[in-house]
C-alpha cells in the first residue's frame, strides 16, 4: 500500500500542464470578448468603466485556475463526491494484475469494463474481489484500503482448472534436488555417496542434462567403511556455485563449493582454510564470500583472496547474513548470565548490541530487513515477536529503534526471517508460520493441516506465493494463507521451482521406477 502523494505526483504536474493549456485558450477568449466589448463601447465608456471590466476579467482568470488546480489535486488524490452522505470522501486505488493476463474482475459484485492489468478508483474501506478466466480457478481476496493510499492486487496466479503434468526424466534413486534462484537449473543427486551429479538446464522447454564431478584432489579421504554422504544446501548469489556439505567417517563434515560452470574449479573451503565449520553462509552475489562459524565465532572467508578474518563476533549460537556483508547474531550466556541479539561488519570497531535478555532459557532469534529504506528489526523472544524500525547503533552513536508492532508466537520458532523484499516478517514453527505485512501492517498466522516427515524451511515461489510440499502433494499459498491450491503431486523432501516464463513448474515425483523430473503446464495455450 503506497501513498497516492508519493507516487503520481507526475501525474499531477502533467495534468495541471494540460488545464493550464486549457485555461489559456479559454482567458485568450476573454481577452477578445473584453477587446469586443471595449472596442463597441470606446466611445461611450468611461475610465471608470474599462477599470471595472480589466478587475472582472483578471479576477475571473485568477479563479479559474485555483479553481480548477484545486479540483484535479482532489481528483489526484482520490477525493471524490459521497452523493449518500453528501460529503466528499478520500478513498484510494485498486491495482489489479494477473498470471496470465486478461482475467476478468470482480469488485463488490459489479464487474469492471476491463481485464487484468487494470485499476480502479475505490472507497476507503473493505472490498471483495474475484478475478477469474475461463479454465482457471477462481482467485479471491478481500482488500481493505486505506484513504489516500495505492493497494496493488498485482501478484495473484491463476492455476488451471486441470494442471497437466509430463514426465521428463526417470531416476532409479534420487536423494536430493537443488532449484537455482534464478530458475534456470535444477542439480539433481542420483546417490548420496557419489561425487557426480546431474545440472537440468531449464531455460528451454526441451530440458538438457550435464553430469557434473567433484574433483577427487578435493575430496578428504575417508579413515573407515563408513558411507560418506554428500548434501546439497544453497546456490550462490549468481547462481554459479552450489553449497554442498560431505559427511565421512560418521561424523566428520567438510563444506565444498561446486563450480557449475567449471567443476575442476571446486574448492574444499575445510581443507583449504584449515577450519572445522559447523554452519557455512555465502557472502556476496558472486559466491566467493563466505560467513562460517568454528565452534561460536564468526569469520569471513574470501575465495579469491584465499583470506580467513579476524572474529567479527564470539561466543554465538546462531546467525544469518543480512545484504552480503552484515553478519546479524544471536550469542549463548555470556559471564553475567546475559544473552545478546546484535550485528557486526567486518569494517566495525566491534559488534553492537540491539538488545540483552536474561538467562529465561526462552529461546531468542533475530533478522534483519529493509522497506522502501526504511531499516526493519525483528526479534522472536519466547513467544513474543518485537518488531522495529529506525537506525541501527553504530559505535558511539546508540541508534533509535522504535516498535512498529508486537506479536504472539508459538515457543517453538525454528526460523525468523525478513523477505528478499523486506515486506514480510516471517516466524516458522513446526506446524505453522507467521506472516507479518510491513505494508499492510497486520499479520495472518497459517496452520498446517497435512502431515510432515521432517521440520522444513519455508519456500517461497517469487516474493508473495509460498508452495509447500506435505504430504507429497505440491500447494501454492499466499503470504496471508489464502488462496491455497493443490497443484500437482511432488515428493516431499526435494525443490520445486517455476519456469523463468511462469508457464510451467517443475518438481520430483514418486514413480514405480523411483523417481522422475516432472513438469506441469500453469499457462494454458
Known amino acids: 500500500m503506497i501513498p497516492l502523494i508519493s507516487t503520481q505526483c507526475a501525474y499531477v504536474f502533467a495534468l495541471v500542464t494540460i488545464y493550464l493549456r486549457w485555461d489559456t485558450v479559454f482567458l485568450q477568449a476573454l481577452f477578445n470578448t473584453k477587446y469586443v466589448i471595449m472596442t463597441s463601447m470606446q466611445h461611450h465608456s468611461s475610465q471608470k468603466r474599462q477599470l471595472i471590466v480589466r ?13 480548477i488546480v484545486s479540483i484535479l489535486m482532489l481528483v489526484i488524490l482520490g ?15 485498486l491495482q489489479f494484475a494477473t498470471t496470465p493476463s486478461g482475467a476478468r474482475v470482480t469488485l463488490d459484485e459489479a464487474a469492471l469494463p ?16 474475484k478475478m477469474e478466466l475461463a479454465d482457471y480457478r477462481a482467485w479471491h481476496k478481500t482488500a481493505n484500503v486505506r484513504a489516500g493510499s495505492i493497494v496493488w492486487l498485482s501478484y495473484a496466479r491463476l492455476i488451471p482448472n486441470e494442471v497437466k503434468t509430463e514426465s521428463l526424466r526417470d531416476f532409479p534413486t ?54 560418506s554422504t554428500i548434501s546439497l544446501e544453497t546456490w550462490s548469489g549468481d547462481n554459479r556455485f552450489a553449497l554442498l556439505k560431505r559427511t565421512y567417517d560418521t561424523s566428520k563434515v567438510e563444506w565444498l563449493i561446486l563450480d557449475r560452470a567449471d567443476p575442476t574449479k571446486s574448492v574444499n573451503v575445510t581443507t583449504s582454510f584449515g577450519v572445522d565449520a559447523s ?16 565452534d561460536d565465532i564468526v569469520r569471513k572467508v574470501n575465495l579469491d583472496d584465499q583470506t580467513l ?29 546475559k544473552r545478546h541479539v546484535g550485528y557486526v561488519r567486518e569494517d566495525m570497531k566491534a559488534p553492537q548490541t540491539i538488545e540483552t535478555y536474561d538467562n529465561d532459557g526462552l529461546q531468542l532469534r533475530m533478522a534483519f530487513g529493509e522497506y522502501y529504506g526504511v531499516r526493519y528489526v525483528a526479534i522472536v523472544h519466547g513467544t513474543s515477536l518485537d ?12 541508534g533509535e529503534l522504535t516498535v512498529v508492532s508486537k506479536q504472539t508466537v508459538p515457543g517453538d520458532v525454528q526460523k525468523l526471517g525478513i523477505t528478499r523484499s523486506g515486506r514480510f516478517v516471517v516466524a516458522q514453527s513446526p506446524d505453522s508460520h507467521l506472516v507479518y505485512d ?5 499479520a495472518d498466522e497459517t496452520k498446517f493441516t497435512k502431515p510432515t516427515t521432517a521440520a522444513r524451511e519455508l519456500h517461497w515461489l517469487d516474493d508473495y506465493v509460498l508452495w509447500s510440499d506435505r504430504g507429497d502433494m505440491l500447494r501454492f499459498l499466499e503470504f496471508d494463507g489464502a488462496n491455497q491450491q493443490d497443484i500437482m503431486p511432488v515428493a516431499e523432501g526435494f525443490s520445486v521451482t517455476l519456469s523463468s516464463d511462469n508457464k510451467y513448474v517443475y518438481g520430483i515425483v514418486r514413480t514405480d521406477k523411483g523417481f522422475a523430473l516432472s513438469r506441469g503446464t500453469l499457462i494454458l495455450n
Open 387 to 398: 518488531i522495529l524500525k529506525g537506525t541501527l547503533p553504530h559505535d558511539a552513536d546508540k
Open 55 to 67: 478587475f472582472l476579467v483578471y479576477g475571473l482568470m485568477t479563479t479559474s485556475v485555483v479553481v
Open 309 to 337: 578474518s579476524r572474529p567479527l563476533v564470539t561466543n554465538v549460537d546462531d546467525f544469518s547474513v543480512f545484504k552480503d556483508e552484515t553478519v546479524v547474531y544471536s550469542t549463548k550466556l555470556d559471564a553475567t548470565e
Open 174 to 227: 534420487l536423494t536430493g534436488a537443488l532449484a537455482s534462484s534464478d530458475r534456470r537449473w535444477m542439480l539433481l543427486q542420483t546417490e548420496a555417496g557419489s561425487s557426480s551429479m546431474l545440472l537440468a538446464n531449464l531455460q528451454n522447454k526441451a530440458v538438457e542434462y550435464t553430469t557434473l564431478t567433484l574433483p577427487n584432489d578435493i575430496l578428504t579421504a575417508a579413515a573407515s567403511e563408513a558411507p
Open 279 to 294: 554452519k557455512v553462509i555465502f557472502g556476496d552475489n558472486n559466491g566467493r564470500t563466505l560467513f562460517i562459524r568454528t
Open 79 to 93: 477525493y471524490s463526491f459521497n452523493r449518500t452522505d453528501g460529503r466528499i470522501e478520500q478513498g484510494g486505488l
Open 114 to 129: 476491463t481485464r487484468t492489468p487494470t485499476k480502479s478508483s475505490v472507497s476507503a474501506s473493505s472490498h471483495a474481489v
Open 438 to 442: 510491513i505494508e499492510l501492517r497486520r
